[in-house]
Structure formats: C-alpha cells, structure tokens
C-alpha cells in the first residue's frame, strides 16, 4: 500500500487531508512525493516560522539532540530556564510554564487562572467567560472554553464553568462578571480557526478595563497570533494591554511541539510544587530549538514582517473574486467569491499551499519568505480567485 492507502486504513479518521503526500521541503519551498514543488502558505498551521529545514533552528536542535534529549522535570535542564527567562525578558510575564501543544498551554492558563480566583475571592469563582466563534483546542476543557457549538457535538459533558458572549459585546461580558462568579476572560486576539477576524481595538481595551475593575484576569490565547505571526513579538501588544496570562504554541517551537503558559505578576506564584506538571514539557530539544528562533524575532525582522503583509493585503485586496482580506501580519484570511475549497485546489494545482479558515482562504507563510517567492504565491492566488 502507498502512504494515503495506509494512512486512510490505520490513521485515525479525523483529518480531511489535502490529496498531497508531503516528504521535504527547505525555506518556503515544499516538495511531494512526485517531486512537485510547492510555496507553503501554511506552514504547518502557523508551526515553521522560518520555514522547512532552517539552518539556525537545525544546528540548535541537533547540538541538544547530541548531548541531552530528554530529562524529565525532576531536574534542571539549561534550554528550559534560558527559554523562560528570554520569555520573561521580552514579554514582562514572571513565570512560564512549558508543556507539548497549544491545547495544554490553556489548559495551564485555564487551571492557574482558576487557583488564583479560588485563593482570592473563593472556590466558587471558577467560571472563565470566552468568546463565540473562539478556538481554544480539543480537549475536554478546552473545547468547553472554544465557542463553537459544532465542535462539541456528540462530546458532551464538557467541563463546567465556561460563559460566553459575541466578540465586541462588553455589555454581556461585564453582565456575566455581575451575575455570575469569574475568573477570568479568555480570547484570541485575531481568531483564527474562526475565519481570521481579528478583534476591535476598543473592545480589547474595554475588556483589559473589565479586567482591572472586578479583578478578573485577562488570558489571551497566542497560540497561532504568538511569536511573531502578526507582526508583534505577541498579538496583544498591539492592543496595548497587559494581560496575566498569555499561553502559545505552535510557532515557538519551530517544528517541535512546545506550548508555553506565560504567568505575570499576580498569577506569579499561583503553582507549587505538585499543582501543575508534564512529563515533556520544557524538553531541552524543543526548547533549544525555540530559543534559537526568539532571538531571531527582533523588531527589525518584524518591521519586514509588516511590510510583506501590507503587501498582501494591497495586491490581493482589490482584485477580482476577492470580497477582503482581514487579519493581521501574515496571518491573513481571504475571502472569496469562488467556494474556498475550488480555489484552493486550483493553488495547489499551481504549486501553492494556502489553508483555509472557516470560509476563507487562510495565509500563514513563513515569516522570513523572500519577497520573491510571496510575489509567485500571490499571483497564483490571485488568479485563483478570479471568477
Ligand atoms: C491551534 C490552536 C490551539 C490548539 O493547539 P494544539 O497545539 O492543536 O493543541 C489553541 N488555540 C488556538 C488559538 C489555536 O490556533
């Protein structure tokens, strides 16, 4: 049997992969198992920050992969503490916890969020209010706090304890916070599983304003906005909050699963020994080869990242078939006058791998893609999506 043969009889069914066998790749480039060679507007779901095969990241990884692969938490390991610490350093959080993925860094933020309520104000203050149309992971919890009803379907009972209200309701948020005990406001700051809308500036603010009123804190979800994605080191600097809890994943690791759950101050020393853990987490390959890419996201690098998004959004904003373009940096959702799903064949066709979110063609390409190569994607693109 070929790859899609075995994997369509032994993987579990829960994919509806596109009909391409991936096997390499270097930069932006991808390369299927006929040689076909693609530019990767995916990145693996917003995984490989600075594309396939990155040197820097290689030469990290394999140098901790030579020494120590894996030590478990009960001892101290050096990729681990320095990756907290450039953390720390760059975003202001005081604490960060690592674990494998971003459903388990919410997890982190949703549990740590909940001791913190319970030590102030009582045990009954679990409830944590998210978003409709949110994604926060697949988990029993984290699907609870993800709110969309057709992701829990046939999963019920979720976890207990999850208000929700439209994005830009504060009305129905501060109402929650009134009639009901919370904890904490959990959302993403461009939702992107939700089609790529990114949240209004004022409502933000009104939340981090909510936040301090009633000592509810604020977690934002930087799983997919996190590490540079939108053209900020981390979405919500460019909200201008504060927030205490911010949880990331998937492109700090560069390629190798890692979430992290950043704690500022007043969730500071909310875990203690045995309240919190995970076997992987913080494992020194994954954190090696993510502190080799943080050091990389400087604000000079993300001023380029500004700049290929404003090039996006004007080549692709006005043209034929295209009804927007929304989003932020290069996390950018399409939307399309064609069904999505026939625009993106007719990329792939064409040797461009878009995703899609929602209805909309989703754009996440490496941060560091040559303007070259992103001027090639966006005239594929551009011509698929003329009617
Ligand atoms: C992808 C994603 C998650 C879940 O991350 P996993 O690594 O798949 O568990 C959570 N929140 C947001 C915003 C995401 O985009």
Redesign the pocket.
């Known amino acids: 049997m070929n790859t899609k043969e075995l994997d369509s009889k032994y993987v579990a069914n829960t994919y509806a992969r596109f009909p391409i066998e991936l096997v390499s790749g270097k930069g932006s480039k991808l390369y299927d198992s006929d040689g076909k060679e693609y530019i990767d507007m995916g990145t693996g ?1 917003g995984v490989s920050v600075f594309g396939v095969g990155d040197e820097k990241w290689i030469e990290a990884v394999t140098k901790q992969l030579n020494t120590l692969q894996h030590a478990s938490n009960l001892y101290f390991t050096s990729p681990c503490a320095k990756l907290a610490e450039a953390l720390c350093n760059r975003t202001g959080a005081k604490k960060v916890f690592f674990s494998n ?4 860094a ?1 997890e982190c933020a949703i549990k740590a969020a909940r001791k913190y309520a319970a030590e102030k104000k009582g045990s009954e203050y679990y409830n944590i209010i998210t978003l409709n149309n949110s ?4 988990t029993i919890t ?1 699907l609870a706090a993800t709110g969309q009803d057709n992701f829990h379907k046939d999963f019920l009972p979720l976890t207990q304890g999850f208000l929700y209200a439209d994005a830009g309701d504060l009305e129905t948020i501060e109402k929650h916070i009134k009639e009901e005990k919370v904890a904490a406001i959990m959302f ?1 700051t461009v939702q ?2 939700g089609g790529v809308v990114p949240l209004e500036k004022d409502f933000v603010k009104g939340l981090a304003e909510l936040g301090e009123k009633y000592d509810v804190l604020l977690i934002v ?1 930087e ?2 906005t996190g590490n540079g994605r939108t053209g900020a080191l981390y979405g919500y600097m460019k909200y201008g909050i504060n927030p205490d809890i911010v949880s990331t ?2 492109g700090i690791g560069g390629g190798l699963p890692l ?1 992290a759950t950043m704690l500022f101050e007043k969730v500071e020393n909310v875990y203690t020994p045995g309240t919190h853990g995970s076997t992987f987490g913080g494992n020194p390959v994954s954190c090696a080869g993510a502190l080799s890419i943080l050091e990389r996201l400087d604000v000079e690098f993300l001023q380029d990242v500004e700049k290929k998004s404003a090039y996006i959004i004007e080549s692709l904003s006005s043209c034929k078939g295209v009804k927007g373009v929304t989003g932020l940096g290069l996390m950018l959702g399409i939307e399309t006058q064609k069904d999505v799903n026939e625009v993106l064949s007719v990329c792939r066709e064409n040797g461009v791998l878009p995703i899609k979110a929602k209805n909309k063609l989703r754009l996440l390409p490496p941060l560091n893609i040559s303007f070259e190569d992103l001027q090639r994607a966006v005239n594929v693109i551009k011509k698929a999506c003329e009617v």
């Not at 993925?101 to 388990?104: H, I, L, N, T, V």
């Not at 994604?135 to 697949?138: D, I, K, P, Q, S």
């Open positions: 779901i993925s971003g459903a388990e919410n994604f926060h992971g697949r984290t993403e992107g599983e979800d799983v997919q994943a998937k979430g």
